[in-house]
T-cell receptor, first 112, second 114 residues
Framework: AQSVAQPEDQVNVAEGNPLTVKCTYS??????LFWYVQYPNRGLQFLLK??????LVKGSYGFEAEFNKSQTSFHLKKPSALVSDSALYFC??????????FGTGTRLQVFP | DAMVIQNPRYQVTQFGKPVTLSCSQT?????MYWYQQKSSQAPKLLFH???????NEADTPDNFQSRRPNTSFCFLDIRSPGLGDAAMYLC?????????????FGSGTQLSVL
C-alpha cells in the first residue's frame, strides 16, 4: 500500500538552531512531494513542493526540503528556527495519477 | 486577495440534526475538496469535485453528502451528525493537481456535536 511516514510525533528545537522534520514515503512511480504547515485552528498552508529537477527545494518562510530518491525521503529543514515556526507540519505525496496522501503530522516546538 | 473561505468558523449542532457547511473560492479552480481532520491528525479526504464530476471516497459514510452548484461554491451536508463526526472540516481547491499544483485550504469549520 502507498504510504507516507513522519516518524516523529514531535520535534523540539531551541530558537536559532537548525531544524529537521523527517518524511519518508512508499509510493510507485515518481510522485509529487509537498510540505504543508498548520497553525492552531487554521487550515493548512503550502510551504514547498518537489516536482522534478534540483533535489533541494526552497519554500516559504526560509524552509527548504531535500529530495532523496534512493532513500525515498523528503525531509524539511530550516537553518535557524524561530519561535513562530511552532506549528503542525504535514508531508504529503501525490502519486502521478492519484490523490494526495498525507503523513500523520509532526508537531514542531521551538523554544526561546 | 483570492482565497478559499469557509463559513462558519465554528458550528455547533445537535446529535442527529442536519447541518451544512459552506465553502467558496475566488480562485476559479477546477477542483474542490472536502477533508475531515480530527485532533491534529492527518486530513482525511471525504470527496472531491473535478468541475461538476463528483468523486466519493470509498470509506466516506453515506451520512456525508456534497453539492457544488457552481465553480465558486461547494457545500458539505451531514444528514444525521453523530458524536464521532465532531471534527475540523477543511475545504481546499486546486487548479490542476495532476500537474502537481498545490492545494489552497480554507481556515476550516470546527464542528461540535452535542
Amino acid at each position: 500500500a502507498q504510504s507516507v511516514a513522519q516518524p516523529e510525533d514531535q520535534v523540539n528545537v531551541a530558537e536559532g538552531n537548525p531544524l529537521t522534520v523527517k518524511c519518508t514515503y512508499s509510493v510507485s512511480g515518481n510522485p509529487y512531494l509537498f510540505w504543508y504547515v498548520q497553525y492552531p485552528n487554521r487550515g493548512l498552508q503550502f510551504l514547498l513542493k518537489y516536482i522534478t529537477g534540483d533535489n533541494l527545494v526552497k519554500g516559504s518562510y526560509g524552509f527548504e526540503a531535500e529530495f532523496n530518491k534512493s532513500q525515498t525521503s523528503f525531509h524539511l529543514k530550516k537553518p535557524s528556527a524561530l519561535v513562530s515556526d511552532s506549528a503542525l507540519y504535514f508531508c504529503a505525496v501525490r502519486p502521478n495519477t492519484d490523490k494526495l496522501i498525507f503523513g500523520t503530522g509532526t508537531r514542531l516546538q521551538v523554544f526561546p | 486577495d483570492a482565497m478559499v473561505i469557509q463559513n462558519p468558523r465554528y458550528q455547533v449542532t445537535q446529535f442527529g440534526k442536519p447541518v451544512t457547511l459552506s465553502c467558496s473560492q475566488t480562485l476559479n479552480h477546477n477542483v474542490m475538496y472536502w477533508y475531515q481532520q480530527k485532533s491534529s491528525q492527518a486530513p482525511k479526504l471525504l470527496f472531491h469535485y473535478y468541475d461538476k464530476d463528483f468523486n466519493n471516497e470509498a470509506d466516506t459514510p453515506d451520512n456525508f453528502q456534497s453539492r457544488r452548484p457552481n465553480t465558486s461554491f461547494c457545500f458539505l451536508d451531514i444528514r444525521s451528525p453523530g458524536l464521532g463526526d465532531a471534527a475540523m472540516y477543511l475545504c481546499a481547491t486546486s487548479r490542476d493537481p495532476g500537474r502537481g499544483e498545490k492545494l489552497f485550504f480554507g481556515s476550516g469549520t470546527q464542528l461540535s456535536v452535542l
